[in-house]
């Protein structure tokens, strides 16, 4: 018989003070209810029932996009874990003999091992209800795991309804169970709101299997971590810090460097090749990948951008860029999205791309913007040169052929050819295409006024300068006059 996950997401999260619902927020680029679904794939369930209320619009759209297959239920009022689970089991037709397995949708570090683990102590054990537990340092909000003289599960305690005696229980219900659904059906048709909160307790089923004389049995989880909940911002920190740790050490196990795991942080999307090195405050968010001998950082962020082997990103923010194989990045470049960047290419110093296709080869080493282009190979571009792609209406593009030359501080209005193996000559303005092999010069032609400092800026150090520097000049004429 197959199992029914209900995840449940209908809570407020009011200590999160926040516009966004609780579960829809993000730990290393994945929401909380994102990273419970993902857990617990590995179980491979029959259904996913996720109980939604406090923002159900935004949550069903959520779910929606990440897990189509999932069910969303509306759970009007929030009258407790019991209630929520009784409402998940009268929308869909679980069948006697099925399992439940119910998680948290705000414990995100749940791991998927778990809950095989979990279902399989549940099976082995023909229990009517398995307790995920763990020893916690500080158990303060959890409810306590009590135990009779046998050491069995007698019952779950909440910490508002708890005796001191039971406070200083160091182990705690994670609020996550596997159930037999006919024990559960039955058994959540029987329970009060008869405690501190009124409110349906998905715990006091427990209470009622051991009054029935129904089995019911504990797994405690071997990394306590795995289920911490969420309820404010502190937590969530708390929680993304530990979540990044085990995405690092996961990479390092497997051939990466990370130079220092404490300012680096990559999502769980993330992908990377042995013998990537990432130095260190640099962030690898969204779909990222990464190939081998790679050089990352340091001061580095990359988002949803495909970097080549053996490429190096110095200091350098990029979204959406495709940076090939050998090319150098930065230090200080702004790679956004559509830049495309070819073999042994470069993006230098204070350099930002948009749209454009740089090729193999061809480099932009300093201070400047290229927009809307498409560079050839082995094309060089000098130092301040700028894509004049917007005419203040609309965008336009420029081709730059194989081997061009483009000088210094040269502005290329687009729309615009510049043919292969083209020059242009520094500081021009570029308006018309040019043909292959020509030399663009569109600049006003030099022209020196003598003696303009002595005559018009008198007594300043220019002047005085100016004037040392033609006497020092005559002399050395009138010395090399013939005798
Ligand atoms: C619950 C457990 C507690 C356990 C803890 C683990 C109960 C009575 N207590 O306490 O023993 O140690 O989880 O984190 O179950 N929810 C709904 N609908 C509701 C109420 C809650 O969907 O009507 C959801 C919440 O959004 C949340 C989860 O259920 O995701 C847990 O609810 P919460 O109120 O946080 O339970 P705790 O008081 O923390
Ligand atoms: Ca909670």
Known sequence: MGTTVVVLAAGEGTRMRSATPKVLHTLGGRSLVGHVLTAVEAVE???????????????????????????????????????AVRVACGAVAVPDGATVL????????????????????????????????????DPTGYGRIVRDPAGELAAIVEHRDA??????????????????AKFLRDALARL?????????????????????????AT???????????????????????LLN???????????????????TWIDVDVRLEPDVVVHPNTGLHGS????????????TTLTDTVVGTGAHVLSSHATGADIGPHAHVGPFAYLRPGAVLGVDSKAGAFVEIKNSSVGAGSKVPHLSYVGDADIGVGVNIGAATIFVNYDGVAKHRTTVGDHVRVASDTMLVAPLTLGAGSYTAAGSVITQD??????????????????????????????????????????????????
């Open 434 to 483: 040019v043909p292959p092999g020509a030399l663009a010069v569109a600049r006003g032609v030099q022209r020196n006024v003598e003696g303009w400092v002595e005559r018009k800026r008198p007594g300043t150090r220019s002047a005085a300068a100016a004037a040392a520097a033609n006497n020092a000049n005559k002399q050395s004429t009138d010395d090399r006059e013939p005798a």
């Open 192 to 216: 009060s709101t008869d405690n501190s909160q009124g409110e349906e307790y998905l715990t006091d089923v427990i209470a009622i299997a051991r009054r029935d004389g129904a089995p019911v």
């Open 45 to 83: 369930p029959e259904r996913v029932v996720v109980v939604i209320g406090h923002g159900r619009e935004r949550v069903a759209e959520h779910l929606a996009t990440i897990a189509p297959r999932s069910v969303p239920v509306v759970q009007e009022h929030q009258n407790g874990t019991g209630h």
């Open 102 to 137: 119910v998680v948290c949708g705000d414990a995100p570090l749940l791991r998927g091992e778990t809950l095989q683990r979990l279902l399989g102590e549940h099976r082995e054990q023909g229990a009517a209800a398995t307790v995920l537990t763990a020893l916690v340092p």
């Open 288 to 299: 990222t990948r990464v190939a081998a001998d790679a050089v990352i950082g340091p001061g």
């Open 163 to 180: 005796t001191a005696e039971q406070l200083a229980l160091a182990e705690v219900n994670s609020g996550v169970y596997a159930f037999e």
């Open 245 to 263: 740790r085990r995405v690092l050490e996961a990479w390092m196990r497997a051939g990466v460097t990370v130079v220092d795991p404490s300012s």
């Open 219 to 241: 797994v405690r989880a071997a990394d306590f971590a795995e289920i911490l909940g969420v309820n404010d911002r502190v937590q969530l920190a708390e929680l993304g810090r």
